[in-house]
């Protein structure tokens, strides 16, 4: 039950794109379409921003994007805003019916 | 309004026990999944149980397999974990959550220190 690997850092200008990568194996993230994606901001409790693989819940914005290739799951935020400087967190379902998260990215709008 | 409000957390010593609770209010509680969540203030999320809807079907991470036990009880509408040869390793907050995917809301956690 290795977690998942995720940069540790992603930053961009306001406005900008950017990619948070999410890397698993054929047990979890490769071998499975639940991948779900959290926000976390300091003091708060995640919440979810993507879940199996692409899908927006209601209520998040539609710059939240999320994709899968292989064994890589990513989630794109687009037109980078002050208030998504946060902590991301993947997670996915594995192969022995447990549940694994990534080490957490850190999004920064420089 | 869904609601999950843990409790049980404090200090307790190595090799110690601790019941965590959650109590679920705002939806019906007995159609879910729940797992338990932790994490080390300033460092990632890690998942520890989930339990399907009935608790016929447990699920744990090999890092508390044996020491934790995930369990609910749909007519008060709680969750529970019961933690037990506590180590230092164990100090962090925990939170219960509903479903991981689709569903998926959290409590807001509650903390446990483990240290003599």
């Known amino acids: 039950q290795s977690a998942l690997t995720q940069p540790a850092s992603v930053s961009g200008s306001p406005g900008q794109s950017i990619t948070i990568s999410c890397t698993g194996t054929?047990?979890?993230?490769?071998?499975?379409?639940?991948v779900s994606w959290y926000q976390q901001h300091p003091g708060e409790a995640p919440k979810l921003m993507i879940y199996?693989?692409?899908n927006r819940p209601s209520g998040v914005s539609n710059r939240f994007s999320g994709s899968k290739s292989g064994n890589t799951a990513s989630l794109t935020i687009s037109g980078l805003q002050a208030e998504d400087e946060a902590d991301y967190y993947c997670t996915s379902y594995t192969s022995s019916d447990t549940w694994v998260f990534g080490g957490g990215t850190k999004v920064t709008a420089l | 309004e869904v609601q999950l409000v843990e409790s049980g957390g404090g200090l307790v010593q190595p090799g110690g026990s601790l019941r965590l609770s959650c109590a679920a209010s705002?939806?019906?509680?007995?159609?879910?999944?729940m797992h338990w969540v932790r994490q080390v203030p300033g460092q990632g999320l890690v998942w520890l149980s989930r339990i399907n809807s009935d608790g016929s079907i447990t699920n744990y991470a090999d890092s508390v397999k044996g020491r934790f036990t995930i369990s609910r009880d749909n007519a008060k509408n709680t969750l529970y974990l019961q933690m037990n040869s506590l180590g230092a390793e164990d100090t962090a907050l925990y939170y219960c959550a509903r479903e991981m995917g689709t569903n998926n809301y959290w409590g807001q956690g509650t903390l446990v220190t483990v240290s003599s």
């Open positions: 705002g939806f019906t509680f007995k159609s879910y999944w």
């Open positions: 054929s047990s979890d993230v490769g071998g499975y379409n639940h």
């Open positions: 199996d693989v692409t």
